[in-house]
Nanobody, 124 residues
């Protein structure tokens, strides 16, 4: 059973940075794709970024390209989402998730394993 635990959320001013962590257990990152999703109040959940273990391919939502980066630490079995130049519209609960196969998918319905979420608030 794969378990995912997010951390690193908080309150930050516009233009600031946060680094979210997603610690995985039950399976190593060699066999996991990890996606990051977010949900703002009153809005649907959307995919923000994803890293595939099969070929290392990366995905980023258009609105975060150039501001967010995704990386992984195999020794810690952890995936990071570095968020720079944050904007108020980045506010939401951020979740990491893993599908049953080590590739990224557009739809959150393809992801079987989810963390509990971490709140990100971008506000002055």
């Amino acid at each position: 059973q794969v378990q995912l635990v997010e951390s690193g959320g908080g309150l930050v001013q516009p233009g600031g940075s946060l680094r979210l962590s997603c610690a995985a257990s039950g399976l190593t990152l060699d066999y996991l794709a990890i996606g990051w999703f977010r949900q703002a109040p009153g809005k649907e959940r959307e995919g923000v970024s994803c890293i595939s273990s099969s070929d290392g391919s990366l995905y980023f939502l258009d609105s975060v390209k150039g501001r967010f980066t995704i990386s992984r630490d195999y020794a810690k079995n952890t995936v990071y989402l570095q968020m720079d130049s944050l904007k108020p519209e980045d506010t939401g609960v951020y979740y990491c998730a893993a599908p049953p196969v080590p590739v990224c998918f557009d739809s959150d319905g393809a992801y079987d394993y989810w963390g509990q979420g971490t709140q990100v608030n971008v506000s002055s």
